[in-house]
């Protein structure tokens, strides 16, 4: 780990770095002030990403005080409330970056450029296409999704002491932790789904941004193979293709990435229910408690065959009970006191992140962060994809588990709680639907959303559709070829008082309240006729409507499209299918089974 004494070559000074030192309160103050002044300029020049970077917080405590002023002198005070300040801003940039087993150390402000300089970025999606962001809900708020990669790359010696297999230093890396994050469009909750390293997907064509070398597509491999195709941006394409959900950003981290945070926090209690060795990893522990750090740390999250059935299921839940424990001791303050201890931590941990080029700032990490912390740990929830054997491999590769797997990523497609503890949402308009003499007065566009991130748009959905509202009396109905992508159906309408006419317009092709939402985005009522109704005249997981045809087959074999294999979420599902074995972030009672041939 770096140590203050070889800084980074642009910093003349500790001081002039932003690095505090124990000796000189003063500095630590024109320390403080220079990283604020450097936040705002970062932010008047780079401010450009996604939505939760416009959030009010500046560079120091979001309250647009005094933040980058240098008028103040360190003895009225101003010196001791931005160290304090900047404190608070590290212990929350670390849970940011630390919210999955995949994280970075706590950044704070110091030496600021260099540390922006440290992160590695890259391109977010490397695919032909990508889905459409979720449009914001009635209070203009948006959901965020990320995604954590957890990198076996052995490319530098410290990643060859901790990871070994020092003959694949120059094998590409491998993606084998894969989490999406999904932080609810109010900030109320969280969701996390693991994919299993091994589960076999359709990887898109990518382009690889630095050589040109393109990357067909493939159904025949396992899904952390994807991070060989170019990057992350591969990763992300097979997830949106995959699950259906827009990605937001990613973020990628090393083996030495996770033992600087598991030292930053001294140490995460994990639990096992018996004493458990795995030469694999080298993870040997007695029964009980324990609190793992550094090595001991890594060895945790990699351990496979000490843990259930030896599979990767188990090393997914292992790394759950790993997250929520680190959560919860952000959460109650940790050890990241030292300012000496905190430049060495920031220093290695920009180092070892892997970012989308929207979050490539300590800002912006900053302001994810602020999002992540209004999260209550008893409102996060943890899943693993629920999972079949792979008929083609049963012994080595699983697959989604039909109906339950798309259950799951529906919920956190529609922004609904995994935990089942969502308040119904008051949309605040009526609940009933407009006369029927009122169809010839609503107006609708109607937008063919049905391209997948692998399939092309069906033909003529829009005006299809369209041209079946205006049989069905509404004169108004238009279709607008601008492109979309989408995995569900959805309604949007712009004010409450047009809700009972979005109604009406669900009622009569048969989709569910669940698909009508009020967005101020939009300018009238719009329809986008997503990658779940590819065909046909009747809404597949809906009741018929008022198109006179009989409700339709929902079986996976007469399903209309890859995204509605019998698993769209029903009215009233509202939690994770217990097939994907969700665990709560209070939960302090989770302990790890071990494999019966792993004990000593």
């Not at 450029?113 to 490397?126: F, Q, S, T, V």
């Not at 600087?260 to 140490?267: H, I, P, S, T």
């Not at 259950?407 to 497609?413: E, I, N, Y």
Request: hydrophobic share 35%; glycine share 10%; with cysteine.
């Amino acid at each position: 780990m770096p140590t203050q004494a070889s800084g980074p070559a642009q910093a003349e000074s500790p001081a002039k770095a932003g690095i505090p030192t124990q000796a000189s309160a003063p500095a630590q103050a024109d320390g403080a002030a220079q990283a604020d002044a450097a936040a705002q300029a970062d932010s008047a020049t780079q401010d450009q990403g996604p939505a939760q970077a416009d959030s009010p917080a500046e560079a120091g405590d979001g309250s647009g005080g005094d933040g980058g002023s240098g008028d103040r002198p360190a003895g009225a005070g101003g010196g001791a409330a931005k160290r304090k300040r900047t404190l608070r801003i590290v212990r929350w940039t670390a849970l940011g970056v630390s919210v999955a087993v995949l994280a970075a150390a706590g950044v704070g402000y110091f030496y600021y450029e260099h540390l922006n300089d440290n992160i590695r970025k890259g391109a977010l999606n490397l695919g032909d296409k990508q889905l459409d962001r979720p449009v914001a809900n009635a209070e203009g708020q948006r959901p965020v999704n990320i995604l954590l990669l957890g990198s076996d790359s052995r490319a530098t010696k410290e990643n060859q002491d901790l990871g070994g297999a020092r003959d694949d230093a120059d094998r590409p890396p491998l993606a084998d932790v894969q989490m999406l994050v999904h932080v609810s469009a109010d900030r109320s909750n969280m969701s996390v789904i693991s994919v299993p390293r091994d589960t076999r997907v359709t990887i898109p064509k990518c382009t690889d941004p630095d050589s040109g070398k393109v990357y067909k597509e493939t159904t025949s491999q396992i899904i952390n193979t994807s991070l060989v195709n170019g990057g992350p941006g591969c990763t992300v394409a097979s997830w949106e293709e995959l699950t259906g959900i827009p990605i937001d950003h990613f973020m990628m981290i090393d083996f030495s990435g996770v033992v600087n945070m598991a030292d930053a926090v001294g140490g995460v209690p994990v639990c096992v229910d018996a004493n458990v060795y795995d030469d694999k990893s080298g993870l040997r522990l007695p029964k009980g408690t324990h609190t793992v750090k550094g090595q001991q740390a890594l060895q945790w999250l990699r351990t496979r065959h000490g843990f259930e059935d030896g599979s990767d299921i188990g090393r997914t839940h292992a790394q759950h009970l790993y997250m929520n424990s680190m959560v919860r001791q952000l959460k109650a303050g940790t050890k990241l006191s030292d300012p000496a201890q905190l430049t060495g931590l920031a220093e290695a941990a920009t180092k070892a992140l892997t970012v989308d080029k929207d979050l490539g700032s300590v800002k912006k990490l900053y302001d994810l962060a602020d999002d992540i912390k209004r999260v209550p740990s008893g409102r996060i929830t943890m899943t693993t994809m629920p999972w079949v054997a792979d008929p083609q491999d049963p012994d080595a590769h699983v697959i989604p588990k039909p109906g339950d797997a798309d259950r799951l990523f529906s919920l956190v497609r529609n922004d609904i709680a995994l935990d089942g503890k969502d308040k119904k949402k008051d949309e605040g308009g009526a609940t009933g639907t407009a006369p029927a003499s009122a169809k010839a007065n609503i107006p609708v566009t109607v937008f063919n959303g049905t391209g997948t991130v692998v399939l092309p748009p069906a033909t003529g959905r829009g005006a299809d559709i369209a041209a079946l509202l205006v049989k069905q009396g509404f004169a108004k109905a238009v279709s607008d070829s601008t492109p979309r992508a989408q995995a569900d159906t959805t309604i949007t309408y712009p004010r409450a008082a047009l809700r009972s006419d979005a109604l009406t317009v669900a009622k009569s092709l048969g989709l569910p309240e669940t698909a009508v939402r009020l967005s101020p985005e939009v300018q009238q009522i719009t329809l986008v006729v997503g990658g779940d109704w590819r065909e046909g005249a009747v809404y597949p997981n809906g009741d018929g409507g008022d198109t006179g045809a009989p409700a339709p087959d929902t079986s996976a074999s007469a399903s209309a499209s890859p995204d509605a294999k019998n698993g769209a979420r029903k009215p009233g599902d509202n939690k994770a299918p217990e097939s994907a074995d969700p665990l709560n972030g209070d939960d302090k009672s989770a302990c790890m089974k071990v494999n019966s041939l792993n004990r000593w």
